[in-house]
């Protein structure tokens, strides 16, 4: 009952009041209906940046499926102080509207409100406002291929996926923050309680459990960084919650909690050894519902974020640098911690917050499964040119050996070998096991070589490692079978 219709005017009036003091500042503010669409959003910026040449950049990143160039802008307050370097994007899903809508009421405040102009002083800011515009343009979660750009971070399928990766990339940031929304009226909502239940939460922090994130990058963005946020959440009676989404286990409904996952932003931005967190706010499904007040919620993160990232731009670059000099084991697969909670619903049946016990599989609480020893490089055969292409969007540093070389090296040979025969984001997943052999071995010129000693190894041992869940075997960006050799050799020391 009630869980695909839209919300309640009861349940909208006692939970989420529409927020009044939010300005009729953005394109779809300024409309009563509908949302903010290509041709207003490219007339926004370059409005924006009419008025404020010195401050804000309008560039180009590529182009959409549809041939619509993304636009990208970049602010920061002309001075000679040192920066701290944020990347913020919104609609990489593109019926997420208020993520969108969210960004641009950001960039007007932080150019037209002098409450915030001074947090441009120490902050070099990147926003992709509209990443996913064909979808967005027809409120549809995703590319006009059919593909989630949100499960696209490590396979890099999409043309979208490539110039937001390279955008990035190039970018180099240290925090990165993605904004989406969340379903609050989910299917299987409909089965829990009496009647079914919708989700409470104006927000939920979706941040990095996978164990290849140094730990310290961690704890900053959890205690730091999130902390921070929930708590001027808390002083505007916003309710949030660590990011659950529900997942089937055994025909049984479990909840997801926190990520592993790096084709998904914010384990992919994490492994770049970054800040990153990715805002679900609730929104999904409802329309122009609640819109400003889903819109103040992104609007009060993004300032919480650039506050803090502004307050603590030195610890920030220190936690990196340490991050990016640790040398401990690679972790190629691991498990959730899975345990009973209670969370809590608003019950449709009564419109009263209602705890239920769930159990939850939980990614911040995860165990490693397979474990190896940290390679200090890579080598890929010199034919390997789609690995590499990748790799280099995904920002890694590459050399090639200049002349034929005899080299210690750990080769992969698949031991067992299983395809699957579900197509996943529009493909058939590989899954292998590995004996790995040490070996001397000849290297021809032209062999390349990836040192692990690199701000982005992590990202890149996610990849290479082929048991890995996104790795470029799991994802047939590497096809391999059974027996086979792989053309990705490791260098222990
Ligand atoms: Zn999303």
Do not use: C
């Amino acid at each position: 009952m009630g869980q695909i219709s839209p919300q309640s005017k009861k349940i909208t009036e006692k939970f989420f009041p529409e927020n009044e003091e939010i300005l009729n500042t953005t394109p779809a503010l300024l409309k009563k209906k509908g949302f903010t669409d290509y041709e207003e959003l490219i007339a926004f910026l370059n409005n924006l940046v009419a008025k404020h040449p010195q401050k804000i950049q309008l560039s180009f990143i590529g182009e959409s499926q549809k041939g619509k160039k993304i636009p990208m802008v970049r602010l920061t307050n002309p001075n000679s102080s040192e920066k701290i370097k944020v990347w913020m994007q919104g609609g990489l899903h593109g019926n997420e509207s208020a993520s969108t809508e969210g960004m641009l009421y950001l960039l007007d405040r932080l150019l037209n409100d002098e409450s915030y102009t001074s947090l441009l002083n120490d902050i070099d800011l990147a926003i992709v406002p509209m990443a996913n515009i064909d979808g967005y343009l027809k409120v549809d979660r995703y590319a006009a291929n059919g593909l989630d750009l949100n499960r696209d971070q490590t396979k890099l399928m999409a043309p979208e996926s490539v110039v937001l990766k390279q955008a990035y990339t190039n970018f180099n940031p240290e925090v990165g923050v993605d904004f989406h929304e969340y379903t609050p009226y989910r299917k299987d909502y409909a089965t829990l309680s009496d009647f079914g239940v919708t989700a409470l939460y104006d927000a939920m922090f979706l941040y990095s459990g996978n164990l290849n994130v140094p730990k310290n990058l961690r704890q900053i963005t959890d205690t730091l960084f999130v902390e921070n946020a929930r708590k001027i959440l808390d002083e505007n009676k916003l309710k949030h919650h660590p990011y659950i989404s529900t997942t089937k286990v055994n025909g049984e409904t479990h909840f997801s909690h926190g990520s592993v996952s790096a084709r998904s932003s914010a384990t992919n931005y994490a492994l770049t050894n970054a800040i990153a967190t990715l805002i679900e706010v609730r929104g999904v499904g409802l329309g122009r519902t609640s819109f400003k007040r889903r819109i103040n919620v992104t609007f009060l993160i993004a300032i919480s974020y650039l506050k803090t990232a502004s307050q603590n731009q030195q610890l920030v670059k220190l936690a990196i640098e340490k991050a990016s000099q640790q040398k401990n084991d690679v972790v190629v697969t691991s498990v959730r911690a899975v345990y009973k909670d209670k969370v809590d619903f608003i019950d449709l049946d009564t419109n009263e917050i209602i705890a239920l016990e769930v159990t939850l599989r939980d990614a911040l609480k995860s165990k490693p499964d397979i474990v190896r020893k940290r390679p200090i490089a890579y080598l890929i055969d010199e034919n390997q040119k789609e690995i590499i292409e990748k790799l280099k969007i995904l920002g890694a540093e590459i050399e090639q050996l200049t002349e034929d070389t005899e080299i210690t090296v750990e080769t992969f040979q698949i031991d067992e070998y299983d395809r699957s025969s579900v197509t996943y984001e529009k493909m058939n997943q590989q899954t292998v096991t590995v004996k790995l052999t040490e070996e001397k071995k000849n290297f021809k010129k032209g062999t390349f070589k990836i040192s692990m000693n690199q701000r982005r190894s992590n990202i890149i041992l996610e990849v290479l490692e082929p048991e890995a869940p996104n790795s470029f075997v799991s994802f047939g960006v590497l096809e391999t079978s059974k027996g086979a050799l792989l053309p990705i050799y490791r260098i222990l020391n």
